[in-house]
């Protein structure tokens, strides 16, 4: 790998954030007993999955320069650094202790807020990769993806406040 990644490889890795967000999602909402609070969990992860369509369809519509590769790969080492970075930075760092709290303290509060910081560490982890993408690459690829990431945690800190509030 160079020291640039290019629009795909971004791509690549918010796909199977997205991926790795729907488990934890759907794995929490199984886990908790309040329905509404379930509910919500499970519509977080099908909204995931609608955000790995979209940036699976994202990929599929970059330019020829969007996936120059940055660096000669003769062994497709790229993608398994790829996947290993998005799995092991956002939503599994803590995924087994977090449905363990889940399941002891059933706070709604407290579900919301370690979903919220989730998304956070992913918003911040593609805030660090874009610096890492020229223009050529896809740049503004990049700040696609953390737009999304921003709606999600504007969203969530609405059903945060919307939760407390009944």
């Known amino acids: 790998m160079g020291d640039q ?3 795909e490889e971004i791509l690549r890795m918010a796909e199977q ?3 790795n967000g729907q488990e934890f999602y759907r794995n929490a909402s199984n886990a908790v007993d309040d329905f509404e609070v379930s509910r919500l969990l499970s519509d977080l992860a099908e909204w995931e999955k609608g955000h790995e369509i979209l940036f699976t369809s994202m990929r599929n519509e970059l330019s020829r ?3 120059t590769r940055t660096a000669i790969d003769p062994y497709c080492e790229a993608a398994l650094y790829l996947k290993a970075m998005a799995d092991d930075h956002v939503f599994k760092q803590q995924t087994a202790e977090s449905l363990t709290q ?3 303290d059933e ?3 407290k579900i919301i807020d370690l979903a919220i910081q989730f998304e956070k560490d992913s918003l911040l982890f593609f ?3 874009e610096r890492m993408v020229s223009p050529r690459l896809g740049k503004e690829r990049v700040y696609e993806i953390i737009d999304e990431e921003i709606g999600h945690i504007a969203y969530l800190e609405k059903q945060r406040s919307r939760l407390n509030s009944r």
């Open 65 to 67: 320069e969007e996936k």
């Open 17 to 19: 954030i997205e991926k």
């Open 107 to 109: 706070s709604t509060e």
């Open 5 to 7: 990644f290019n629009a």
């Open 127 to 129: 805030l660090g990769l």
């Open 102 to 104: 889940f399941k002891e």
